[in-house]
């Protein structure tokens, strides 16, 4: 059956039996769609009676609050490709003020459905055609749909049940409601969207009855957290909740507001009722909670909500669903397209390669070259344009004097060091000398390279993107660790003090905004095996893009 972009799931089944059910209906579900999965709950609904299927509000029930985790914990596992959004729309306690139906008009969603599936039983297949017809109609009244939209009923396909699952007793129905409030407050990173975060933002859509507002980690709130430098834009964070949220319940007020440190607007809001925590940030909630009574307020509901388990973590990633994890599996895949390099040639291929002082970036030139490549070591080219003889030398002396000479005549990179240290403008005079004549050398690198049939050329460049020669590469990787670790290191190696290796550090490019212009990250902050493992997966992720374009 063809593959359908964005789908939504009907799920007709009682909400108790649901859990039991949940991860055959996924599994289904991922086989045919492959971006966007919506998941309406409507149980009991009868598409087999066009005039009994129409929507209605169903009640924020604790079952429901487990159904929630249950199938983002599942997705996670069965489906993690797929982006799940459980909408809520027509999730509401009854009341007098309320209409009765939950869509006066069809909800226009982030992405329109081209098909809608359903776990309705079918019991007598002569009644596919009708099922199929009022299932569109049913949809067509919740949602704005594609006009050519599908319908596939997928009971047929979810009739093998494994044994284990219809073994497993079914809880007995429960309608205990779920306690909910005005106001409902969470804080969190929130980059790149996964199962924990889905699970938490609904679960604050039941309990919200009219605000939400989310805190999102910022600036100081991210120093420490693992591979920082790979957390999405906070503009990019808010834009993407924003798009989630608008479909999962459109009726809340949402507010989003920058977290700069652990409380935020959480200690000041008088409004707030209720806080949304799990078992790991549950002392952070409580430590708000001492703070507002500190500040006269009233302590805040705590609802705790049950870590997700990531089924899929290595040895160096958290056991519970994490953007840290997420970001790990990031390392040595393609971040961004490469830019388009008409005017070099495919062969070879030009890797450039770089990162801060003490990364690790030589390390993983030489993993690079033991894979095939052939490395170009930059800094080893810039010994040679000092030597005597070379145009460099002649341009530097006359620049900076012969009082920069040693003995032998060859130029003292120590005492020229000291002549530009802190200085931006001689500083400058020198890298318009020196920068120039080395990428002279590294095009008779990449010629020679060229000449001799090599495949890949791994540009070592400390000063790839100050110098711009990224304009020589065709892909630019950068090596990142954590600054305490590079001070750490460079302590190590060059025996200097730690405040001589920060100002080192503080003298080049952030990792922050080396990263903006990386096609691929690396880092070398665990065991050289994992290191290892990172370098093998860029290697062959390379070799099938070069593939390709050798065959365009």
């Not at 129409?54 to 489906?79: E, F, G, H, M, Q």
Request: proline residues 6%.
């Amino acid at each position: 059956m063809s593959m359908f972009s964005t789908g939504i799931l009907v799920l007709t089944s009682p909400l108790h039996t649901l859990p039991l059910r949940i991860a055959p209906v996924l599994s289904s579900a991922a086989q045919l769609v492959e971006r966007t999965l919506y998941v309406h709950l409507h149980p009991g609904l009868n598409l087999g009676k066009e005039g009994q299927a129409r929507p209605v509000y169903i009640p924020p029930v604790v079952d429901l609050s487990k159904l929630i985790t249950r199938l983002y914990n599942n997705a996670a596992d069965i489906c993690g490709h797929l982006d799940v959004r459980v909408l809520l729309t027509n999730v509401r306690a009854q009341s007098a003020t309320i209409p009765n139906c939950p869509f006066p008009s069809p909800q226009a969603l982030a992405h329109s459905p081209d098909v809608v599936l359903t776990d309705f039983p079918l019991l007598d297949t002569s009644q596919t055609h009708q099922v199929t017809q009022c299932l569109q109609s049913y949809t067509g009244r919740c949602y704005v749909c594609s006009p050519s939209m599908s319908s596939v009923l997928l009971h047929p396909q979810i009739q093998h049940l494994n044994r284990e699952s219809v073994d497993q007793k079914v809880p007995e129905e429960s309608v205990e409601p779920m306690r909910t409030y005005n106001n409902v407050v969470v804080g969190g990173t929130f980059d790149r969207l996964h199962g924990a975060h889905r699970t938490l933002l609904n679960i604050s859509c039941l309990l919200a009855n009219r605000r939400f507002l989310i805190g999102v980690c910022d600036h100081a709130m991210l120093k420490k957290k693992v591979l920082k430098e790979l957390i999405e834009p906070y503009s990019v964070r808010v834009q993407k909740l924003q798009a989630f949220l608008k479909d999962v319940k459109p009726s809340l007020e949402v507010q989003i507001v920058p977290l700069d440190d652990p409380f935020g607007v959480s200690v000041v809001d008088p409004l707030l009722e209720c806080i949304v925590v799990s078992e790991e940030t549950r002392r952070g909630g409580e430590a708000v909670n001492k703070k507002r009574v500190e500040n006269g307020l009233p302590a805040l509901v705590l609802h705790e909500i049950q870590l997700l388990k990531d089924a899929h973590h290595s040895d160096i990633e958290e056991e519970k669903i994490s953007s840290s994890s997420f970001r790990t599996r990031l390392l040595g895949t393609l971040l961004s397209q490469p830019r388009p390099a008409p005017d070099l040639p495919l062969a070879p291929y030009v890797i450039g390669l770089t990162g801060g002082s003490g990364s690790g970036k030589s390390s993983i030139a030489k993993r690079l070259e033991a894979l095939g490549a052939v490395k170009i070591d930059c800094d080893k080219l810039g010994h040679a344009v000092y030597q005597p003889g070379a145009t460099a030398y002649h341009q530097v002396l006359q620049e900076f004097g012969s009082d920069i000479l040693s003995e032998d005549k060859t130029i003292d990179r120590r005492a020229l060091g000291k002549k530009v240290f802190g200085n931006q403008e001689r500083l400058k005079a020198l890298t318009n000398i020196v920068w120039p004549e080395i990428a002279l050398l590294v095009k008779e690198r990449i010629q020679k390279s060229r000449e001799e049939g090599k495949q890949v050329c791994v540009l070592d460049a400390a000063v790839l993107l100050e110098a711009g020669w990224n304009d020589m590469v065709h892909e630019v990787w950068v090596t990142v660790i954590p600054e305490e670790e590079a001070v750490s290191r460079i302590t190590a190696r060059d025996g200097v003090s730690a405040e001589d290796a920060l100002r080192r550090l503080h003298s080049q490019w952030s990792n922050s905004k080396q990263v903006q212009y990386a096609n691929v990250a690396l880092t070398t902050l665990w065991e050289p095996e994992v290191t290892q493992k990172q370098v093998l997966k860029a290697w062959n992720l390379l070799q099938k893009r070069i593939q390709k374009l050798q065959e365009k």
